[in-house]
């Protein structure tokens, strides 16, 4: 709301009756609150800035330099003194002799794998250069110059014809007729092959391509499709992995760390005005292997309590106000903090103009620096040194961040910055007591990237079942992926599988994705053979009696 010139000078009365009447007291209270106002006031709508600027300058980065936003004259100053000992810097580097261009450095061929097929195709010379010009015999092969061209050949549907060989006897005995058995189908009744079907799902839920532009693919190829009958196996394809999903969900409860995040996925609802509404889409990932999706149709912590409070042990979160009836029970989760979350709200606080948070950064920094220090040691080694280089560091920025209190204000960036520390100030402690523990959430934050990439090509889900169907077919398929198997290979080999009979969650592990062929990871290096093993067989996937 503006303030008109009337509002003002009705202020400046009040004011000024105040220092008549030597109310100095009520006069400083008064003045005191309008300046902390127009400080939040500031502090808002310089973060709000700062965020809008972010985003349209490439998605979300927080290496946003808030120097940008700060108007102030100190701020000036420090820009213009950085910017006047840049220049020294350049005349000095301008004044130093020439030195000598180091050598350019040829690039390298690229390698191509050796586990792609090749095909050789000669090239002879001339029938009238084959003929030697001065002695006139004919010139013999010494050898060849070879050269590689990578080439890409569109896919091709193939139509399998299976004849069933029928026998009767000569002499017409009853019921002397026999048929070979049926081909076994991943779906009744239904024409895709196991290829086919793997395709489909990769397509929109690793490639996030809907159905309906997969079928202008298949077009292309020849083939015309009808989208309603494509959406049909896709639903029966969710399905038949649904054991394969609640096999995976059980490896993510035995895990010795889990991660959860969350994020919105609309459904479509005819009885709500808007004809859709939001639900959720939650991310477990077990020990960065294991992925499991599930569908909530509200954010409500009863409905995400109801699959999650089978876990036990750690638990590693954004801290979600609805996870702390999980830290309650009779055996609960251990909660572990995510100190990236911790940062975030710090980074807002500087974008706003606020210095006081650039020391909290550049110390979080600083336990940053010691866990790239301690990449790939054991864990046992990792504890070690978060002990003796981290908790000093931990210590530091828990003085800092306590004289920060008093002089912040609780719906400031800063203040909400001190208000989460405050609650999640244990569980950011988590990481000194386990070796295994990481600072941060990431790992289970990309697993949402799917769903996030997802809904901008698919818009949204039919249906709550079908938002299931879609958590069962992400979890197979990411878990795979995490696994580093090679998608098209198993899911065919598993829709295979599956059209024989149905699996328990029990028998479901023997077709799980630690279980699949490996895909080609190291490119211009072909693995050794034991990396790709072959499919089992029928009998060796059978489990036992």
Same mark, same amino acid.
């Not at 069933?164 to 009744?189: H, I, M, N, Y």
């Not at 010795?256 to 479509?268: E, K, P």
């Not at 639900?279 to 109801?306: N, Q, S, V």
């Not at 998608?487 to 799980?512: H, N, S």
């Given at each position: 709301?503006?303030?008109s010139?009337?509002d003002?000078? *009705? !202020?400046?009365?009040?004011? &000024?009756?105040?220092? @008549?009447?030597?109310?100095?007291? +009520?006069? $400083?209270?008064?003045v005191? /609150?309008?300046?902390?106002?127009?400080?939040?006031?500031?502090?808002?709508l310089?973060?709000?800035?700062?965020?809008?600027?972010?985003?349209?300058?490439?998605?979300?980065?927080?290496?946003?330099?808030?120097?940008?936003?700060?108007l102030?004259k100190?701020?000036?100053?420090?820009?213009?003194?950085?910017?006047?000992?840049?220049?020294?810097?350049?005349?000095?580097?301008?004044?130093?002799?020439?030195?000598?261009?180091?050598p350019k450095?040829?690039?390298?061929?690229?390698?191509?794998?050796?586990?792609?097929?090749?095909?050789?195709?000669?090239?002879?010379?001339?029938?009238?250069?084959r003929?030697?010009?001065?002695?006139?015999?004919?010139?013999v092969?010494?050898?060849?110059e070879?050269?590689? *061209? !990578?080439?890409?050949?569109? &896919?091709?549907?193939? @139509?399998?014809?299976?004849?069933? +060989?029928? $026998?009767?006897?000569?002499? /017409?005995?009853?019921?002397?007729?026999?048929?070979?058995?049926?081909?076994?189908?991943?779906?009744?009744?239904?024409?895709?092959?196991?290829?086919l079907?793997?395709?489909?799902?990769?397509?929109?839920?690793?490639?996030?391509?809907?159905?309906?532009?997969?079928?202008?693919?298949?077009?292309?190829?020849?083939?015309?499709?009808?989208?309603?009958?494509?959406?049909?196996?896709?639903?029966?394809?969710?399905?038949?992995?649904?054991?394969?999903?609640?096999?995976?969900?059980?490896?993510?409860?035995?895990?010795?760390?889990?991660?959860?995040?969350?994020?919105?996925l609309?459904?479509?609802?005819?009885?709500t005005?808007?004809?859709?509404?939001?639900?959720?889409?939650?991310?477990i990932?077990?020990?960065g292997?294991?992925?499991?999706?599930?569908?909530t149709?509200t954010?409500?912590?009863?409905?995400?309590?109801?699959?999650?409070?089978?876990?036990?042990?750690w638990?590693?979160?954004?801290?979600?106000?609805?996870?702390?009836?999980?830290?309650?029970?009779?055996?609960?989760?251990i909660?572990?903090?995510?100190?990236?979350?911790?940062?975030?709200?710090?980074?807002?606080?500087?974008?706003?103009?606020?210095?006081?948070?650039?020391?909290?950064?550049?110390?979080?920094?600083?336990?940053?620096?010691?866990?790239?220090?301690?990449?790939?040691?054991?864990?046992?080694?990792?504890?070690?040194?978060r002990?003796?280089?981290?908790?000093?560091?931990?210590?530091r920025l828990?003085?800092?961040?306590?004289?920060?209190?008093?002089?912040?204000?609780?719906?400031?960036?800063?203040?909400?910055?001190?208000t989460?520390?405050?609650?999640?100030?244990?569980?950011?402690?988590?990481?000194?007591?386990?070796g295994?523990?990481?600072?941060?959430?990431?790992?289970?934050?990309?697993?949402?990237?799917?769903?996030?990439?997802?809904?901008?090509?698919?818009?949204?889900?039919?249906?709550?079942?079908?938002a299931?169907?879609?958590?069962?077919?992400?979890?197979?398929?990411?878990?795979?992926?995490?696994?580093?198997?090679?998608?098209?290979?198993?899911?065919?080999?598993?829709?295979?599988?599956?059209?024989?009979?149905?699996?328990?969650?029990?028998?479901?592990?023997?077709?799980?994705?630690?279980?699949?062929?490996?895909?080609?990871?190291?490119?211009?290096?072909?693995?050794?053979?034991?990396?790709?093993?072959?499919?089992?067989?029928?009998?060796e996937?059978?489990?036992?009696?």
């Amino acid at each position: 709301m503006e303030t008109s010139p009337e509002d003002l000078t *009705v !202020l400046r009365a009040f004011l &000024a009756k105040l220092i @008549v009447t030597a109310k100095t007291d +009520e006069l $400083l209270d008064i003045v005191l /609150a309008l300046v902390a106002r127009l400080m939040r006031n500031e502090a808002k709508l310089t973060g709000r800035l700062a965020a809008l600027l972010r985003g349209h300058a490439g998605g979300g980065t927080e290496r946003f330099g808030s120097a940008q936003l700060l108007l102030w004259k100190d701020a000036l100053d420090e820009a213009a003194a950085e910017e006047e000992e840049k220049e020294k810097e350049k005349e000095e580097e301008e004044a130093k002799p020439e030195a000598e261009p180091e050598p350019k450095v040829k690039p390298k061929r690229l390698k191509l794998p050796a586990s792609l097929p090749h095909r050789t195709v000669k090239l002879p010379v001339e029938p009238n250069l084959r003929i030697c010009s001065l002695c006139g015999a004919n010139k013999v092969c010494i050898g060849h110059e070879s050269s590689e *061209v !990578l080439e890409l050949h569109p &896919a091709h549907f193939e @139509v399998i014809v299976y004849e069933r +060989e029928r $026998l009767a006897c000569p002499e /017409a005995c009853p019921e002397s007729v026999v048929v070979a058995p049926a081909v076994v189908k991943p779906l009744d009744g239904g024409i895709p092959g196991p290829g086919l079907l793997a395709d489909i799902v990769i397509r929109k839920a690793i490639d996030h391509t809907p159905i309906n532009r997969i079928l202008g693919i298949y077009r292309r190829l020849g083939v015309d499709l009808p989208e309603g009958t494509v959406y049909g196996w896709w639903d029966q394809v969710g399905d038949k992995l649904r054991p394969l999903a609640e096999a995976i969900w059980t490896m993510v409860l035995g895990s010795h760390l889990a991660q959860a995040d969350d994020t919105g996925l609309r459904v479509l609802d005819t009885d709500t005005p808007a004809g859709s509404r939001r639900g959720h889409m939650w991310g477990i990932l077990g020990d960065g292997r294991w992925a499991r999706y599930r569908f909530t149709p509200t954010w409500k912590g009863d409905e995400m309590a109801a699959f999650l409070g089978a876990r036990s042990g750690w638990l590693q979160g954004d801290g979600y106000a609805g996870y702390e009836q999980l830290y309650r029970k009779q055996y609960p989760c251990i909660e572990v903090g995510c100190w990236c979350h911790a940062r975030r709200y710090f980074v807002k606080a500087e974008d706003g103009g606020d210095k006081r948070a650039r020391r909290p950064l550049a110390i979080i920094g600083e336990l940053f620096a010691v866990e790239k220090e301690a990449k790939g040691l054991p864990h046992e080694e990792r504890l070690a040194l978060r002990q003796a280089r981290s908790r000093p560091i931990l210590d530091r920025l828990w003085k800092c961040f306590d004289s920060l209190g008093p002089t912040t204000t609780p719906k400031s960036p800063l203040g909400k910055a001190h208000t989460y520390l405050t609650n999640q100030r244990r569980a950011l402690e988590r990481f000194l007591e386990d070796g295994r523990l990481p600072l941060e959430n990431n790992a289970c934050e990309l697993l949402m990237r799917h769903v996030a990439v997802g809904r901008k090509n698919w818009l949204h889900c039919g249906s709550d079942k079908g938002a299931e169907r879609l958590a069962d077919i992400y979890t197979v398929l990411v878990t795979a992926k995490l696994q580093g198997a090679d998608l098209a290979k198993g899911l065919a080999f598993v829709f295979e599988q599956l059209g024989r009979r149905a699996y328990t969650v029990e028998e479901a592990r023997e077709l799980l994705p630690d279980r699949w062929p490996k895909a080609q990871s190291d490119f211009g290096r072909a693995p050794p053979e034991a990396v790709h093993p072959p499919p089992p067989t029928a009998a060796e996937i059978a489990p036992s009696a």
